[in-house]
């Protein structure tokens, strides 16, 4: 028998249980449901890589839909507000086509092959009045617009500047809208630096981090039974601890183990094959990008605190690369920035990516 792997271990695809973001997805939900000026109507997600950020952006993107709100999802590149512009004026045809189509139906016969459109001007370009001529539509019935912009980045700061401003205005005027953006927190404080942006900074901040073991045991036995097989308990074991509570982990942990199943169990076998595998394609996903986002300094600096087994002393992180302690302490911060790696008590740090470590070790040649 075959069994289809639910396993989603492919960054922005939904998994097939979102593990411990329910807190999160609430409070937006209340946000939504309290109506304009509620705070989490304006929120920043901010997270190390393969956290999770664009997945809760699509589970934001669920929530309101389900209401029956418009959701437009963008990511910050050149053209951003263009395509939000664009999107914005599609749904309000969409929404008057609907209409003038259902209002035909109930009170028109259909005359002449039913060619009964009335003539509209067409939709105002520019993105605040698209947005608000299509908030004037969504609002009678109770429903609004959220934009959610995934990757933000310093280099849209522009595009973001001008949709924040538009957005901005129509909170002020208590219209139905919604604003969530995601990032790494370096992307977004940078983006936040900016002066223009200074509405942004009342945004709610989320920053997404790790998620529990107990959650991890949970929704790993949940995902296999639902799907037709079963772990037994100490492959559940080994599994989970292989996960580190990391979310990308826990699809690649569960997606490698599952197919290095024959039978309807997954066993120590499975898994002491699987998790190899799974800590393999880590390194050439995420481990790869953390590393390509950085400069050759930081990647220096991460290859003198890869030599300890656990959190690393920054005084011997300097130590190790012949540099003071005040020229670590600037590596130290932008790598914090990046969340590549965080305090870890007085004097000390460590790796957010689970593994990284390891990688570095194994690939210390090319990392840098
Ligand atoms: N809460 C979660 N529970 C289970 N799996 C998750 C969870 N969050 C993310 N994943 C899985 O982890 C992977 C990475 O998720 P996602 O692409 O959303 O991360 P990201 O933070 O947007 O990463 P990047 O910074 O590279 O854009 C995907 O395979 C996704 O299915
Ligand atoms: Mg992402």
């Known amino acids: 028998m075959a069994y289809r792997n639910p396993?989603?271990?492919?960054?922005?695809?939904?998994p097939p249980l979102l593990v411990g973001r329910d807190e999160v997805l609430e409070e937006f939900e209340e946000s939504i449901d309290d109506g304009p000026g509620a705070p989490g109507r304006l929120s920043l997600i901010t997270g190390p890589r393969g956290v999770g950020k664009t997945v809760v952006l699509n589970a934001v993107h669920d929530i309101?839909?389900?209401k029956g709100w418009i959701a437009i999802?963008?990511?910050?590149?050149?053209?951003?507000?263009?395509?939000?512009?664009?999107?914005?004026?599609?749904?309000?045809?969409e929404l008057r086509q609907g209409r003038s189509a259902r209002v035909r139906?109930?009170?028109?016969?259909?005359?002449?092959?039913?060619?009964?459109?009335?003539?509209?001007?067409?939709?105002?370009?520019?993105?605040?009045?698209s947005t608000a001529s299509l908030l004037d539509e969504l609002e009678p019935n109770e429903t609004g617009l959220l934009i959610t912009v995934d990757e933000v980045h310093r280099k849209s700061v522009g595009e973001i500047r001008h949709l924040a401003t538009v957005v901005q205005h129509l909170v002020r005027e208590d219209r139905n809208i919604a604003l969530v953006m995601a990032g790494l927190p370096s992307a977004v404080s940078d983006v936040l630096s900016d002066s223009?942006?200074?509405?942004?900074?009342?945004?709610?901040?989320?920053?997404?981090?790790?998620?529990?073991?107990?959650d991890v045991r949970e929704s790993l036995a949940e995902t296999i039974t639902r799907n037709g097989r079963t772990i037994t308990s100490s492959a559940l074991d080994a599994a989970t601890e292989a996960t580190g509570g990391y979310p990308f982990m826990v699809q690649l942990v569960g997606y490698h183990c599952w197919r290095k199943t024959t039978g309807s169990a997954i066993d120590d076998a499975a898994t002491s094959s699987g998790i190899p595998a799974a800590?393999?394609?880590?390194?050439?996903?995420?481990?790869?990008?953390?590393?390509?986002d950085l400069s050759a300094v930081d990647r220096t600096v991460l290859l003198a605190i890869a030599v300890d087994d656990g959190p690393a002393r920054?005084?011997?992180?300097?130590?190790?690369?012949g540099e003071s302690a005040k020229y670590v302490s600037i590596y130290r911060q932008r790598l914090i920035d990046a969340a590549v790696i965080q305090p870890a008590g007085r004097g000390f740090v460590d790796f957010t990516i689970?593994?990284?470590?390891?990688?570095?070790?194994?690939?210390?040649a090319s990392a840098l």
Request: charged fraction near 25%; aromatic fraction near 4%; glycine fraction near 6%.
């Open 64 to 66: 309101v839909v389900a």
């Open 73 to 93: 999802a963008e990511t910050a590149t050149t053209g951003m507000c263009d395509r939000i512009t664009q999107a914005v004026r599609r749904h309000h045809e």
């Open 279 to 292: 800590r393999k394609r880590l390194g050439s996903t995420v481990h790869a990008a953390a590393l390509a």
């Open 105 to 129: 139906g109930i009170t028109l016969p259909v005359v002449g092959g039913g060619l009964t459109f009335e003539s509209r001007a067409d939709p105002p370009a520019d993105l605040r009045e």
């Open 196 to 214: 223009v942006l200074t509405f942004m900074r009342r945004a709610s901040r989320e920053e997404l981090s790790d998620v529990s073991l107990a």
């Open 7 to 14: 396993f989603k271990p492919t960054a922005g695809a939904s």
């Open 314 to 321: 920054t005084a011997d992180v300097a130590r190790r690369i």
């Open 354 to 364: 689970p593994y990284l470590r390891e990688y570095l070790r194994e690939h210390a």
